[in-house]
């Protein structure tokens, strides 16, 4: 039994391109790799088609490379500097007004730490103006946290 099939449209034709042929364990890896890592994306809600082709295309041709992204160790303690600053400011407002009721930043210390590398990064790129619009809840500490 022949173990090897060659896979057409994966990705776009090219001498760049790997088109195959894979085996089967090979083909299976490469698609766990895209779609069962530690990045997700949602796009199938889109109804234009070519929207969602186009996010699927670049996601795939992307995506490899997001995943294998190392953290300098500078990087790395940037990280935890922001997260120990994020936890220290939670503290303060639960030893200052331990009585009011707050909505905290728990769960999503990540996505704060995430929103603001992005915004760094942009203020680096010359990005002079960004607008966040969310819901009451947790503002105040987003607000803190990121900016």
């Known amino acids: 039994m022949n173990d090897s099939i060659i896979v057409r ?5 090219g001498p760049e391109k790997d088109n195959g042929p894979y085996t089967i364990q090979g083909f299976e890896d ?6 069962c890592d530690k990045i997700g994306f949602e796009y199938m809600h889109l109804l234009n088609k070519a929207e969602r082709d186009f996010l699927k295309r670049e996601l795939e041709e992307k995506i490899e490379s997001l995943q294998k992204t190392e953290l300098t160790k500078e990087e790395q303690l ?4 922001r997260l120990a600053r994020d936890q220290s400011f939670i503290d303060f407002l ?3 007004f331990g009585n009011f009721k707050r909505f905290g930043i728990e769960g999503v ?3 704060t730490t995430g929103l603001g590398q992005l915004v760094e990064s942009a203020a680096q790129m010359g990005v002079e ?5 969310m819901a009451h809840r947790g ?3 987003t607000l803190h946290c990121v900016f």
């Open 94 to 96: 639960g030893n200052k």
């Open 129 to 133: 103006n960004i607008q966040v619009g």
């Open 30 to 35: 490469y698609l766990r790799n895209i779609y």
């Open 139 to 141: 503002r105040l500490n």
């Open 109 to 111: 210390n990540s996505a």
């Open 78 to 81: 940037s990280t935890l500097r």
């Open 9 to 13: 449209n994966l990705r776009e034709e």
